[in-house]
């Protein structure tokens, strides 16, 4: 039997998957430990009941995932709004120290991708699908990487790229608190910062404010959206890129531009608009991922994730926490790195604070990792990937 679905029905599934992951979440430990995202639980779930259905020949179901490509670009629009220069030189030496590993960390995750790819006698680009397009980018760039990928040839890259985010979310979240703690433990290192005691308030937001900003936050998106197209086709002349790139660029040059004449942007609810937009992105992307291609791939894949984990324990245990001073601080931000070196900035930051919560506070961690996992890290990361796509054509 076969399904088409049209856009309204597409869409209307991918919300009620979300919903389905955002219940599932709240009612099992593990996906809420390891901060699995609700559209990744739901889209998944559904990914597999529709492999079932794919290869036993019951079902076959066609989705029409127009918005998928708008409301990516509308999120990532919004990760230029975050990108601001003169948060960056508060505290510039150390967070330029960090952004530098990561970025040599980026780099390394596509030479392990790219030269084990090889190995198995795979497509090279498949390699970054195993390398820092999910592990350092997640889901949201490992969805929008793929398409761009299979357009040029790069057979399965979207379901590739999507499992390995997956499996790299997990991985980030397991590894983060054990290697941190360990370096507690054998160097007998204390927090030296004092825990401040936050006093709990309820503030009441106008209704009327809230939808202004609301509505402020979404004609910042579109509209650097809609003229960053332009800078796209205009990039694309020399070398292909994903569609978001033009929209980012605008977004980052308005935030500056607001920053310096002291013009206070609505962050907060672009934030909430680009969670949105992530969500209604990732559920549309995820449940319609072709697990049956992933058949053929599957020990390739172990493989190499395997070596990949291995290269970030090393990294995170012997460079890392050398590098950026062998004390408390450099141990919470070991299980930062490893949080948004495997998965996402989300798990970052739950790995900082299970470390936090038991040896003390450590507010250089979190405010080092925030600015570069939430800020720069992926712009590093379309940079070293745009370089390898160069190489590999």
């Not at 357009?151 to 979207?158: E, F, I, M, Q, T």
């Not at 308005?254 to 609505?266: G, Q, Y």
């Not at 062998?326 to 299970?354: E, I, K, R």
């Amino acid at each position: 039997m076969e399904i088409t679905l049209d856009l309204y029905q597409t869409t209307g599934l991918a919300m009620l998957l979300y919903a389905l992951g955002s219940y599932l979440v709240k009612k099992v430990n593990f996906l809420r430990i390891c901060c699995i995202p609700a559209p990744v639980v739901g889209g998944v779930l559904f990914a597999v009941l529709n492999l079932i259905l794919h290869q036993t020949g019951a079902m076959f179901i066609t989705f029409d995932t127009t918005l998928q490509s708008i409301f990516m670009v509308w999120f990532f629009t919004s990760v230029g709004y975050n990108a601001s220069f003169k948060v960056l030189k508060k505290s510039a030496l150390p967070v330029f120290i960090f952004l530098a590993v990561v970025a040599t960390m980026q780099a390394l995750q596509n030479v392990v991708g790219v030269g084990l790819a090889g190995v198995f006698g795979l497509d090279a680009r498949l390699g970054l699908c195993m390398g820092s397009i999910p592990l350092v980018g997640g889901h949201g760039t490992a969805a929008s990487w793929g398409p761009l990928l299979e357009k040029l040839g790069c057979a399965s890259a979207s379901v590739v790229s999507v499992a390995a985010a997956t499996y790299g979310l997990v991985a980030g979240s397991l590894m983060g608190g054990p290697v941190a703690k360990s370096l507690i433990t054998k160097h007998g290192l204390k927090s030296t910062a004092k825990a401040e005691v936050v006093a709990e308030e309820k503030h009441l937001v106008d209704p009327d404010i809230y939808a202004k900003n609301l509505m402020t936050s979404f004609v910042l998106l579109i509209a650097a959206a809609g003229v960053g197209m332009y800078v796209t086709k205009f990039i694309e002349q020399f070398i292909t890129l994903p569609a978001y790139i033009g929209p980012m660029i605008i977004a980052i040059i308005v935030r500056n531009l607001a920053d310096s004449k002291n013009v206070e942007l609505p962050l907060d609810a672009i934030d909430a608009s680009a969670n949105v937009c992530l969500s209604i992105f990732l559920s549309l992307a995820l449940m319609t991922l072709k697990l049956w291609e992933l058949i053929d791939l599957a020990l390739p894949m172990i493989a190499i994730l395997a070596l990949e984990t291995v290269m970030m324990f090393c990294l995170a245990r012997f460079l890392v926490f050398r590098i950026m001073g062998s004390d408390y601080d450099a141990a919470v931000l070991v299980s930062g790195f490893c949080g948004f070196g495997m998965g996402a900035t989300p798990n970052a930051m739950a790995n900082m604070q299970s470390i936090t919560q038991k040896f003390g506070p450590s507010p250089k961690a979190f405010l080092i990792v925030p600015i570069v996992g939430g800020m720069f890290c992926d712009l590093t990361n379309t940079a070293i990937l745009t370089v390898f796509m160069k190489f590999l054509g």
